[in-house]
T-cell receptor
Framework: DAGVTQSPTHLIKTRGQQVTLRCSPKSGHDTVSWYQQALGQGPQFIFQYYEEEERQRGNFPDRFSGHQFPNYSSELNVNALLLGDSALYLC?????????????FGDGTRLSIL | AQSVTQPDIHITVSEGASLELRCNYSYGATPYLFWYVQSPGQGLQLLLKYFSGDTLVQGIKGFEAEFKRSQSSFNLRKPSVHWSDAAEYFCAVGARGSTLGRLYFGRGTQLTVWP
């Protein structure tokens, strides 16, 4: 039973570029959440997708956007990259009809902005 | 607004010693509470959760946590620490409702274990 998988593992970009991160949820899960974890900080919620729509959003600018596909996988897109976007990006999945079950996290994508 | 405070940024204990990591939260109602552990280069692994019922919850790897509503706390404990417990620990709070939405995390406590 595969857990949450994220790709790529590491990524290096320069300021102003755009990046796409990918996430496949745990088998059977239909809800995907994205978090940003800056160095030395706890994860911060970016947004959550369910039924291919953004359901909740944290305090992140519009440069951060996402998508969920019919197979429940998800992408996180960041435009006009800034140095401050350097972080570990975590994807978490859950099952909408079981709100008492916790989210499962992937190992993350380490994004470095030069 | 919801928030989580982990007052200890770094804790060092000897192997075999007991451990308590502190967590205080701010939330308008009884929240869902979690402790996660993160090893270097890894994602978050759930140690335990509190949703309702018994305020003392048992988790994996011998960890337990106690929910104290009057103190808005959810401290993590382990009676005897192993060297493999060295990692970063995060407390998180989530909203109750029909769906489990966003989690609010503390900034984490880095645990070092001396042999």
């Amino acid at each position: 039973d595969a857990g949450v998988t994220q790709s790529p593992t590491h990524l290096i970009k320069t300021r102003g570029q755009q990046v796409t991160l990918r996430c496949s949820p745990k088998s059977g899960h239909d809800t995907v959440s994205w978090y940003q974890q800056a160095l030395g900080q706890g994860p911060q919620f970016i947004f959550q997708y369910y039924e291919e729509e953004e359901r909740q959003r944290g305090n992140f600018p519009d440069r951060f956007s996402g998508h969920q596909f019919p197979n429940y996988s998800s992408e996180l897109n960041v435009n006009a990259l800034l140095l401050g976007d350097s972080a570990l990006y975590l994807c978490a999945s859950s099952l909408n009809r079981e709100p008492n079950q916790p989210q499962h996290f992937g190992d993350g994508t380490r994004l470095s902005i030069l | 607004a919801q928030s989580v405070t982990q007052p200890d940024i770094h804790i060092t204990v000897s192997e075999g010693a007991s451990l308590e990591l502190r967590c205080n939260y701010s939330y308008g109602a009884t929240p869902y509470l979690f402790w996660y552990v993160q090893s270097p280069g890894q994602g978050l692994q759930l140690l335990l959760k509190y949703f309702s019922g018994d305020t003392l919850v048992q988790g994996i790897k011998g960890f337990e946590a106690e929910f104290k509503r009057s103190q808005s706390s959810f401290n993590l404990r382990k009676p005897s620490v192993h060297w493999s417990d060295a990692a970063e620990y995060f407390c998180a709070v989530g909203a109750r409702g029909s769906t489990l939405g966003r989690l609010y995390f503390g900034r984490g406590t880095q645990l070092t274990v001396w042999p």
